[in-house]
């Protein structure tokens, strides 16, 4: 015996695509779910069955959502000229706790990372266009991790959008909540020196 | 918005139930399911199906497989009088993958760990007693991990099999293939010292 019977493998197979997922991990979840009850396995198989069915995608901000367009899109009570651009929609989600932000969303599934493949084209960035294009919108949040890929993104989308009569801003850098000045690398330290404000 | 959609939230639920998987883990696994075209999901559903129709628990060595007995038990070529006994069914491949062992296996699906609430009744150690029993074994091999878990268990078995006529092993102790001897911790370095055999 060299391998699991296919069954397993095969399902191994299918856990090990799953994002930093490896196979040792893969099959510890095989395992764990063969040694689940009958019924457990057919909750799974229904909750995976259930998002192919309920989920789609907005038409407007591209954010998954059992309704089209999704509530935040559809509510009046939120400023449609205020678009918030956001890598993924975790992210969305994460402003939305903060309640501080009445706007709409846009998200790109995913950021710029060309050495991975990822190019504009593969990004709801065209959507994006589109919808400052159509619509009358006012100010354009750009909502991305500080990485190089988040970074870079930002700057493609202030290109693309220039043209347009509209204000483009960042998320605020400085030290975050809880982090100590000691451990602050210098980017960040510098960043909260330039951003400083009246106390 | 503060949560997700319903069905996105179930099948969080459902991967957060996965070992070592954290809620985060799991949003990245259901963001990740969602972008993929449908067949990809119809894949996963139908590799969960068919280990709950496919796989079943081999009535000697308790082990998962297609057939019962699993093709181990079942082979001429496997010395029925010798049982490897190992936590779980990813040991029983390990030990496969050595080429050294031409015994049978006896996988207990966990170890000893009172706290956690698994004591002797959950693992399959009434089916390992029995076959001792019932067979003329000659040897078991405990071959569990080098930990707290893994010595109380084989101090458990070692017990309960010490009525019967036969030799009870377990897997050498001392410094594994590759590791510094000077990061040995001591434990690990007193079993090899104890250990030593003719150069």
Same mark, same amino acid.
């Given at each position: 015996m060299s391998k699991y019977p296919q069954a397993i493998e095969n399902l191994i197979a299918e856990f090990n695509k799953l994002p930093s997922i490896g196979r040792k991990s893969a099959e510890r #979840?095989? #395992?764990?779910?063969?040694?689940?009850?009958?019924?457990e396995l057919k909750t799974m198989n229904q909750a995976i069955e259930d998002i192919k069915?309920?989920?789609k995608?907005?038409?407007?901000?591209?954010?998954?959502?059992?309704?089209?367009?999704?509530?935040?899109? /559809?509510?009046?009570?939120?400023?449609?000229?205020?678009?918030?651009v956001v890598a993924q929609p975790q992210d969305v989600l994460a402003i939305e706790k903060t309640g501080q932000y009445s706007g709409t969303y846009h998200v790109l599934?995913?950021?710029?990372?060309?050495?991975?493949?990822i190019s504009p084209s593969k990004l709801k960035i065209n959507e994006l266009h589109k919808r400052v294009k159509e619509n009358n919108?006012?100010?354009?949040?750009? /909502?991305?991790?500080?990485d190089i890929e988040g970074e870079s993104t930002s700057l493609h989308l202030?290109?693309?959008? @220039?043209?347009?009569?509209?204000?483009?801003?960042?998320?605020?850098?400085?030290? /975050?909540?809880? @982090?100590?000045?000691?451990? /602050?690398?210098?980017?960040t330290l @510098?960043?909260?020196l330039k951003d400083r404000k009246k106390a």
């Open positions: #979840f095989v #395992f764990y779910l063969l040694k689940q009850p009958p019924h069915k309920e989920i995608q907005c038409s407007i901000c591209q954010n998954f959502s059992k309704e089209d367009p999704c509530l935040i899109c /559809a509510s009046e009570n939120r400023d449609k000229y205020t678009i918030c599934h995913g950021t710029l990372n060309p050495p991975e493949g919108i006012k100010e354009i949040i750009l /909502a991305f991790n500080p202030k290109k693309l959008l @220039s043209p347009f009569n509209l204000k483009i801003t960042i998320l605020g850098r400085g030290l /975050a909540m809880g @982090s100590e000045l000691e451990y /602050a690398d210098e980017v @510098s960043n909260a």
